[in-house]
Structures are given as structure tokens and as C-alpha cells.
């Protein structure tokens, strides 16, 4: 027994695979089994312990919170970056003969930040879905264009700032690299100055918010609730049910009316009754129309007064507040003071003045004949 266990040690420290001898490998082989076997356990206990702590903040941060982002970035650790890393523990252990030790090392910074660069990747996706749950987006059509810009931005600086480091590492001299970038990144702006422009004003909208998604605006000729705020354009869903793409920049041109803030309308409104009303009358007609508004519920009084003497007729001018912002609710209230005030005036026996013009022809006195007119003998014309 002895020298057969004897003779596999031999065998061990003799064999060669590689330049390698059997034992080195096999050594490397248990230390990088040993080596994922651990860091898996470490990686499913981080996780245990990110869920319990997620769980006891579940009532102040149900969604979204410290714990659970980090609970959430953890599980999205790549189980082939960490083969990879156990690989390259093992490697560590072999006297690897010319580059090669360098090359391992090389392919540690890699493991790294590719998985620096996931572990990122998902966590800017989870802050963004938390902002955009924050901001009330129901889903991801309608996420704002802040949220996407976030998203876009985060990404691509995470990637190139990865990508950057790793050629670096691997001996690439990144300041010519960037200083080339930077002059076709001019290139490119100027080419595509049009779409940046649209760009830049999608990144206004996100910050300054003149609207967002669900507000209903009046920009130009369109009128509608917006639906969708993109990098380039933003959707509008008209009145009359079409959609309606708008150009950021264009956009942003405009005068933009937005009735998200609305609580309340204030309402002007004239009419007229003819001339030949009596003073009495005239006055009765303005506390008339108060006694109508004041009886409504959704509408408070501001003025009612004779306002001036028109071509037409007495011309009278009504202000009051609808206290509601849907347009419904204002057109149901002016329809019942309309209707009450024509009840009124027909108990008061006036009608409305009516647009009018009177010809009045005058008659001319007869005027005298006209004397005729005198003429000599014609005369010859001479040649």
C-alpha cells in the first residue's frame, strides 16, 4: 500500500502536461473549486443578508430602498465572472513560464470590470425604474424624458469610462484614442446638430418641466393630453383623436398652455338689451344676473355691471369664478345662467338687443328747371 501511494506521489511529482507537473495542476484544480465553491456561498449569504434587511426597512422603503437595490445588484453577479475568477486563482498558483503571469493578471482587471461595469448597468436600471415609479409613469411608454436621457447617459458613461480602462490595461494608449474621439465626436455634432438640438431641448423639458406626461396643453393649433416625452419628439394626443409628433425644439418655440395647475376659471361674458329699457330696469337686470350666479354652488360672484352704451343697444358686462377646472362643468353652468337669465328678462318684459341699422332717406325740396342752353348759327369751317 505503501508503495503504491509511493509510486502515484512519484508519478505526481513526475508527470509533466503542459510544462506542468500533475501535482501543480491538481493543486490549481482544487484551490479554483475551493475558490468558486466560496465565493458563491459568500455571494448567496450577501444576498440572505441584503433580503432580511430589505425586509426590515419594508415599512418605511417598501419599494426601492438602500437594501433592496443592493439586494437586487447583487443577484445579478455573472456565476462565469466568478468560474472566471476561481480559474484565475488556480492560474495564480502555477509557475506559468514567460508572459503568461501577466497575462492572468490581465485577465483579473478584465473579470473586474466587466463585472464592476453589470453590476453598474443594473443598478442605474433599478434607480431609474425607482425615479419613474417616483414621477408616476405607469409604464414604459410613458417614461419621461428625463428618466430616459438618466438611463442613456448613465450607461454610456459607465461603458466608455469600463472600456477605456480596460484598454488601458491591456497597454493601448488611450490619449490618442480619446483625443480622436473628441475630434469625430465634433464631427458628428455637426452633422447631426438637428437631432442634438432636439436632444438638448428634451434635456430643458426634463429640467425645467414646463409639462409632463399626462398634462393637457395648447401649443400652436394642437390641443391635448400629452402622452409620450421622447429625446427627439413628444406625442400629443389631440382633442379630435389623432396623435400628433411634435419636434422638441419646435416645440419649446411656442407659447405652451398648460392646465394641469388649473383649479379654477374666471369667466367673462357680455349681452345687450335694446335701448328704450327703463333706469329701474337696467338696474334690476345687473342684481338679477347676481342673485343667478350666487345661487350656484360651483361659481362664485366677482361683478356684474351696465357696462357701456353700444351701437346696439345697453351692453353689459359679467365676470364670476368656476370653481371647478373641467371645461364640462364651466359649459354645464354657463348653459343654466344663460337659461335663468333669459327667464329673467322675459319677466321683466325686455328682450335682447338685436344687431340693427336704420336707413333714413331725406326728402329734397323741387328745384327749378335749368334755363336752356343758348347756340349761335353753325358756322362754316373754313379750310
Known amino acids: 500500500m505503501d508503495r503504491e501511494l509511493a509510486s502515484a506521489t512519484a508519478w505526481l511529482h513526475t508527470e509533466t502536461f503542459w510544462g506542468l507537473t500533475a501535482s501543480s495542476l491538481l493543486i490549481a484544480a482544487a484551490a479554483a473549486l475551493l475558490t468558486y465553491l466560496v465565493l458563491t456561498l459568500l455571494l448567496r449569504w450577501a444576498v440572505g443578508r441584503a433580503q432580511r434587511v430589505a425586509q426590515g426597512q419594508a415599512a418605511d422603503a417598501p419599494r426601492g430602498g ?33 508572459r503568461w503571469p501577466a497575462k492572468v493578471d490581465q485577465l483579473w482587471f478584465l ?74 465626436g465634433i464631427a458628428i455634432a455637426l452633422a447631426v446638430q438637428n437631432v442634438l438640438g432636439d436632444l438638448f431641448a428634451s434635456m430643458a423639458i426634463a429640467v425645467d418641466k414646463p409639462f409632463e406626461v399626462g398634462d393637457f396643453i395648447v401649443v400652436g393649433g394642437v390641443a391635448g393630453t400629452v402622452q409620450q416625452i421622447g429625446v427627439k419628439t413628444t406625442r400629443i394626443r389631440a382633442l379630435s383623436g389623432e396623435q400628433v409628433v411634435m419636434s422638441n425644439t419646435d416645440l419649446l418655440k411656442q407659447t405652451i398652455n398648460n392646465y394641469r395647475h388649473m383649479r379654477e ?9 335694446p ?22 354652488p360651483n361659481a362664485r360672484f366677482d361683478r356684474a355691471h351696465l357696462q357701456s352704451f353700444s351701437e346696439t343697444g345697453l351692453a353689459y358686462e359679467v365676470v364670476y369664478i368656476v370653481l371647478d377646472a373641467g371645461y364640462n362643468v364651466y359649459m354645464d353652468l354657463q348653459q343654466k345662467i344663460n337659461l335663468a337669465l333669459m327667464r329673467e328678462l322675459e319677466a321683466l318684459g325686455v328682450d335682447f338687443a338685436v344687431p340693427e341699422r336704420r336707413l333714413h332717406v331725406a326728402s329734397l325740396p323741387p328745384q327749378p328747371p335749368a334755363a336752356p342752353l343758348q347756340t349761335g348759327p353753325a358756322r362754316p369751317l373754313s379750310a
Do not use: C, K
Request: hydrophobic fraction near 55%; glycine fraction near 10%.
Open 66 to 98: 438602500p437594501a433592496s437595490i443592493a439586494l437586487q445588484v447583487l443577484a445579478g453577479t455573472s456565476r462565469l465572472l466568478i468560474l472566471l475568477a476561481a480559474l484565475l486563482v488556480g492560474a495564480g498558483l502555477l509557475d506559468l513560464p514567460g
Open 265 to 273: 376659471r374666471r369667466i367673462v361674458f357680455n349681452f345687450r338689451v
Open 111 to 184: 473579470a473586474l470590470a466587466l463585472q464592476v461595469g453589470l453590476w453598474g448597468t443594473r443598478a442605474t436600471a433599478l434607480v431609474v425604474d425607482r425615479y419613474r415609479q417616483h414621477h408616476g409613469a405607469t409604464g414604459p411608454a410613458q417614461m419621461s424624458a428625463s428618466a430616459t436621457l438618466m438611463s442613456w447617459g448613465l450607461r454610456t458613461l459607465l461603458w466608455a469610462t469600463v472600456l477605456l480602462a480596460i484598454l488601458s490595461n491591456l497597454g493601448v494608449n488611450i490619449t490618442a484614442f480619446v483625443a480622436s474621439l473628441g475630434v469625430g
Open 275 to 296: 335701448y328704450g329699457t327703463r333706469a329701474d330696469t337696467a338696474e334690476a337686470i345687473a342684481q338679477a344676473v347676481r342673485r343667478i350666479i350666487e345661487a350656484e
